[in-house]
């Protein structure tokens, strides 16, 4: 029979993306009937199992302290490989996050398994788990099993609910972990100012720009202080997250003039990020399908732009307005300023 | 002022701009006419060696290989871009590139290729490569060749670092930000991002000085066995998600304005 642990670090109250593997877990214990455990984390992490203690864990664990608080390697993986071994875990399944992903596949190395990463499914197939994933910066989906033991399984956000159940009191077992040379440590955390933040992992909307905003319009001239102001005045009205498509971001590192707040951050597609928001509106991208894999887990998607056979948009959107950008979303911005 | 190694680990994958379709081979799920398909060194790899090669010329005394696993001619045809951008001494292995074969199982082949490196020394050693790869996009192999090299040293989505006496590293994380932090000293690993640097220029001259190594070590390339021992894919397949897209060809700006802003507004 599996054993099944449920492990994350913990920082502030868990998050949603979290809640929703615990549900996960819990959910792939039910099928399989199998036990399921909980590994926490961190520097203080009881207040994070009180606070899913009636989860149904048959077990709580927990690795304490203040070393721990820090998402550094060398401590978070001994935490963790110490809380698979105390659980006896086979499966392990983990929120995905910068701090887990970090660690996941050498944890899996010391305690003789497997890991996989950005899971975006999880069933149960001959009594087994079996994930979803995708390879080719999600040009394909393969669905597959393991034979190895432990096997990490580290969820995406959106594939269940997250877990709903009530606060307690949960019983903790303390495990020790005394990791030994750690030599790295985290110093600070850079953020852009607030008002210069674009990337907006909760937003409801993702809005991609493409590298059109920079392009000579009907006049022969370019218009990129325009266009920053546009998209700038959108982001604050709408408070959705900003996208870019690789050659409007690759453009400021050719020296061409370029939206000054692009970043390879902001860059979704092949070579940058596969968000998840319910809705996205692309403006002025163009492409074909390895650019548009981009906005892969995107719900509803809406784009604007002056070419009716868009790559990004002809069998990728709901909808596409063959318009002028610019005019669009100077109205959009004004309109949404209005309801707000 | 310090002198590193700095090992960069990738390997090649298909151009992107390429059709791509899944078909099952002998020893499972394969892309359709792999061989035929151009290739080139995995992005973050590449960027990994961008600034391996910047991070070697601020600090002189210091050295890069670039350790490479893929089918030997896929390799070469890479190198024969790649050759011309920076000087590297190629450490080459001859093995499956494929996206379905097991992170673990290539990372042990890079690490067995960096630990026969003549004269690695591990008081100057920094392992670089991709975060993640455009194949398989596990972001496991970097961690597991670093467990295996015994460094616990380790970051991930990297898009910076300064290097002095320690080494000052920022990494991704969520919400647009990096985490700082500050290693005491090599050894350690750095699972590159996009980092800050454009795509260096072709240099004929970097370029005639790197084939003088890069064909022998072609020609020398060590097999590896890699594949997906212990995996079973039940199934590999393309999306099948084409939306019915209505096109929108006679509405004002106004009127498409105040569609969208209802559609946003709309929950």
């Not at chain 1, 110490?82 to 659980?87: D, G, T, V």
């Not at chain 2, 490196?117 to 996009?137: N, Q, T, Y």
């Not at chain 2, 590159?192 to 020398?220: C, D, F, H, S, Y």
Request: charged fraction near 20%.
């Amino acid at each position: 029979m599996e054993t099944i642990l449920f492990l994350s670090p913990t920082e502030a109250a868990l998050s949603k993306n979290t809640l929703e593997a615990l549900a996960a877990a819990k959910q792939l214990a039910d099928s399989m009937g199998a036990p399921f455990s909980v590994g926490l984390w961190g520097d203080a992490p009881k207040a994070a199992a009180d606070s899913i203690a009636s989860c149904g864990a048959v077990k709580f664990f927990a690795v304490t302290g203040g070393d721990f608080a820090q998402a550094r390697y060398a401590t978070d993986a001994a935490a963790a490989e110490a809380l698979c071994r105390a659980a006896g875990a086979t499966i392990v399944i983990a929120p995905s996050g910068s701090r887990w992903n970090r660690i996941s596949a050498g944890v899996a190395h010391r305690l003789g398994g497997r890991a996989d990463s950005h899971v975006t499914g999880l069933s149960v197939s001959e009594g087994s788990p079996a994930i979803v994933r995708w390879y080719y910066r999600q040009r394909m989906e393969g669905i597959l099993t393991r034979a190895q033991r432990p096997w990490l399984i580290s969820l995406e956000s959106g594939i269940a609910p997250a877990w709903p159940g009530a606060a307690g009191s949960a019983v903790v077992e303390d495990i020790a972990c005394a990791p030994a040379g750690v030599r790295t440590e985290v110093t600070g955390i850079e953020s852009p100012a607030a008002d210069q933040q674009t990337i907006r992992p909760d937003a409801d909307l993702l809005f991609v720009t493409g590298a059109g905003w920079t392009k000579k319009q009907p006049d022969g001239q370019t218009k990129v202080a325009e266009a920053e102001k546009l998209i700038l005045g959108f982001l604050k009205v709408s408070r959705a997250s900003l996208g870019s498509t690789k050659s409007l971001v690759d453009l400021h590192g050719e020296g061409q003039a370029t939206l000054t707040f692009l970043t390879h951050m902001n860059q979704v597609g092949q070579t940058g990020s596969t968000p998840r928001h319910a809705k996205g509106l692309s403006t002025c991208c163009h492409g074909e399908e390895p650019h548009t894999v981009g906005w892969r887990f995107i719900g509803e998607r809406r784009a604007i732009s002056l070419d009716p056979n868009c790559g990004w948009a002809r069998g990728k959107a709901d909808v596409l307005y063959v318009a002028d950008a610019f005019a669009v979303m100077e109205k959009v911005n004004s309109l949404l300023a209005q309801k707000a | 002022m310090p002198e590193y190694q700095i090992v960069v680990c990738g390997s090649v994958v298909p151009d992107p701009l390429q059709t791509l379709e899944p078909v099952t081979g002998p020893t499972g799920p394969a892309l359709k006419n792999e061989m035929m398909l151009p290739a080139w060194l995995d992005p973050w790899a590449g960027h990994a060696l961008y600034e391996a090669a910047n991070l070697a010329a601020k600090n002189p005394g210091s050295k890069v290989w670039l350790v490479a696993l893929g089918p030997k001619a896929k390799l070469q045809q890479a190198m024969m871009t790649l050759a011309q951008k920076v000087p590297v001494e190629l450490v080459a292995l001859d093995g499956s590139s494929s996206g379905f074969t097991d992170a673990a199982e290539t990372a042990a082949a890079l690490a067995e290729a960096i630990q026969a490196i003549p004269g690695i020394d591990r008081s100057k050693l920094l392992v670089f490569g991709g975060w993640e790869s455009a194949s398989r996009g596990a972001g496991a192999t970097m961690q597991i060749v670093g467990e295996i090299l015994g460094i616990t040293d380790q970051f991930q989505g990297v898009d910076g670092i300064e290097a002095g006496g320690s080494l000052k590293i920022l990494e991704r994380i969520e919400g647009g930000r990096h985490q700082v932090s500050v290693c005491e000293a090599p050894p350690a690993l750095l699972g590159w991002a996009t980092g800050n640097l454009p795509e260096p220029r072709n240099n004929p001259q970097v370029g005639m000085a790197n084939m003088r190594t890069i064909m022998p070590a072609l020609q020398k390339a060590k097999p590896a066995k890699v594949a997906a021992e212990g995996v079973k894919f039940l199934s590999v397949s393309l999306p099948k998600q084409a939306r019915d897209t209505k096109i929108v060809k006679d509405l004002s700006p106004d009127q498409i304005a105040t569609e969208i802003a209802d559609w946003i507004t709309n929950k």
